[in-house]
């Protein structure tokens, strides 16, 4: 028996701790750009720049491995400044992602590159002489790079695609099927804990 208990307590000893995870909270501002899409758009404006601004969660293992969740937020996606038609509009992109990353002992104060893509709801939203409203099933895929400043703090740099799942049959919001895709390019500040 104290064999077995000193085989068991040295096997304890011999295995690896549990790796410690970190949350990562990330407010984020950018820009939107390269859209397109089959929804009424009549000011053209969906493949212009416009600003975005987000909010992102992460829990990232010491490992390879993590999840995140995004929301994004594009105020005026229909609308370019220069024509009256749209009076309000915007997209909004919730999303729940996998990451994929270096791990941590190798990027500890240096950047942290990271590849993320996952599923969620990519929402438009548009005020002209009727009010238009289209919620659609999307994906995102991206990639990027963290630093750290600090044990606490960092910045985070984020390239993603965003893109309706497969076409949607809605007669009344767009010409045919439903498609709906963009690109963001935004920098947050990373607050982990």
Same mark, same amino acid.
């Given at each position: 028996?104290?064999?077995?208990? *000193? *085989?068991c307590?040295?096997?304890l000893?011999?295995?690896p701790?549990?790796?410690?995870?970190?949350?990562?909270?990330?407010?984020?501002?950018?820009?939107?750009?390269?859209?397109?899409?089959?929804? @009424?758009?009549?000011?053209?404006?969906?493949?212009?720049?416009?600003? /975005?601004?987000?909010?992102?969660? *992460?829990y990232?293992t010491?490992?390879?491995f993590?999840v995140?969740g995004?929301a994004?937020?594009?105020?005026?996606?229909?609308?370019?400044?220069? @024509?009256?038609?749209?009076?309000h509009?915007?997209?909004?992109?919730?999303?729940?992602?996998?990451? &994929?990353? /270096?791990?941590q002992?190798?990027?500890?104060?240096? &950047?942290?590159p990271f590849?993320? *893509?996952?599923?969620?709801?990519?929402?438009?939203?548009?005020?002209?002489?009727?009010?238009?409203t289209?919620n659609?099933?999307?994906?995102n @895929?991206?990639?990027?790079?963290?630093g750290?400043?600090?044990?606490?703090?960092g910045?985070r740099?984020?390239f993603?695609?965003?893109?309706?799942?497969?076409?949607?049959e809605?007669?009344?919001?767009?010409f045919?099927? /439903?498609?709906?895709r963009?690109?963001?390019?935004t @920098?947050? &500040?990373?607050?982990?804990?």
């Amino acid at each position: 028996m104290w064999r077995a208990v *000193a *085989a068991c307590c040295l096997v304890l000893l011999v295995c690896p701790r549990p790796a410690a995870a970190e949350w990562h909270i990330t407010p984020m501002i950018g820009l939107t750009f390269a859209g397109k899409t089959t929804l @009424v758009d009549p000011e053209h404006a969906t493949d212009k720049i416009h600003p /975005v601004f987000g909010i992102g969660g *992460a829990y990232l293992t010491r490992g390879i491995f993590g999840v995140e969740g995004i929301a994004i937020l594009t105020p005026g996606f229909f609308q370019t400044g220069d @024509v009256d038609i749209v009076e309000h509009s915007r997209s909004t992109a919730l999303m729940g992602n996998v990451i &994929l990353t /270096v791990p941590q002992r190798w990027a500890e104060y240096s &950047l942290r590159p990271f590849v993320s *893509a996952g599923l969620g709801l990519l929402r438009t939203s548009q005020q002209a002489v009727l009010p238009v409203t289209s919620n659609i099933t999307g994906f995102n @895929v991206g990639g990027g790079a963290m630093g750290y400043f600090s044990k606490r703090t960092g910045v985070r740099f984020d390239f993603r695609y965003y893109a309706n799942l497969h076409p949607v049959e809605q007669a009344a919001v767009g010409f045919g099927d /439903v498609q709906l895709r963009y690109m963001t390019l935004t @920098v947050g &500040l990373v607050f982990r804990r």
